[in-house]
């Protein structure tokens, strides 16, 4: 089946618990699709690029799964149906990297993300 890794940014007026419970309610709709949630991770409320529904924050979640493409598109929509929940993004990926994501990663774990040039 293909592999897929979703965020989601739901209201920031939810409590953290409310957050974390919408995690576990659309991986039971993957699961209940024929899918299943291989990791997930809660990065808390971080500060929005622009505005949302009048919010300038949301609470994250990060889920990687895998499952079939019907589950993945009655997940999307029930996520944009839900009223909570005020983006959702996902992409197709080729396999999941072991560990935690980089927003979950400490800055020296990361590495150099580019190298710098000598000046002459």
Do not use: C
Not at 29 to 54: C, Q, S
């Amino acid at each position: 089946m293909p592999l897929y890794e979703h965020v989601l940014i739901s209201r920031q007026d939810l409590s953290n618990t409310q957050a974390e419970g919408l995690i576990e309610h659309f991986s039971t709709v993957l699961a209940d699709n024929g899918g299943k949630v291989v990791d997930h991770e809660y990065w808390g409320i971080r500060t929005l690029a622009y505005k949302i529904n009048k919010n300038r924050k949301g609470h994250y979640a990060f889920l990687r799964s895998d499952a079939p493409s019907d589950a993945v598109h009655e997940m999307e929509r029930l996520a944009r149906l839900h009223d909570d929940v005020m983006r959702v993004m996902t992409i197709r990926v080729d396999d999941h990297k072991e560990g935690p994501s980089v927003q979950m990663q400490k800055r020296e774990e990361r590495g150099d993300r580019r190298e710098r040039r000598e000046r002459n």
